[in-house]
């Protein structure tokens, strides 16, 4: 069973920076899809971005193209989004899963870490 823990969020001012992690257990990290989500409260879980077991297939919501930067580290079981520029509408509790497919479809996660919350002040 996949276990997956996130961590780097906090608060951080409009156009500011932030890196969050996500480490995996199991031998099973490099054969499947990662992914990062977000939900803000009240509002539904939404896609924000994907990547491929080796790393050179990535996907991007529309919203965050160009701002954030999805990568892995299979060595240390490490998923990564280096998120740039940062607005107020980015402020959510953001998750990392895993998936057998190359998705960006939430019901096709399978395991899902905790979330840890990014608040970006105006």
């Known amino acids: 069973q996949v276990h997956l823990v996130e961590s780097g969020g906090g608060l951080v001012q409009a156009g500011g920076s932030l890196r969050l992690s996500c480490v995996a257990s199991?031998?099973?990290?490099?054969?499947?899809?990662m992914g990062w989500f977000r939900q803000a409260p009240g509002k539904d879980r939404e896609f924000v971005a994907a990547?491929?077991?080796?790393?050179?297939?990535?996907e991007y919501a529309d919203s965050v193209k160009g701002r954030f930067t999805i990568s892995r580290d299979n060595a240390k079981t490490t998923v990564y989004l280096q998120m740039n520029s940062l607005k107020p509408e980015d402020t959510a509790v953001y998750f990392c899963?895993?998936?057998?497919?190359?998705?960006?479809?939430?019901?096709?996660?399978?395991?899902w870490g905790q979330g840890t919350q990014v608040t970006v002040s105006s």
């Open positions: 899963a895993s998936s057998p497919w190359a998705t960006r479809t939430v019901p096709l996660y399978n395991y």
């Open positions: 199991g031998h099973t990290f490099t054969t499947v899809t």
């Open positions: 990547i491929s077991w080796s790393g050179g297939n990535t």
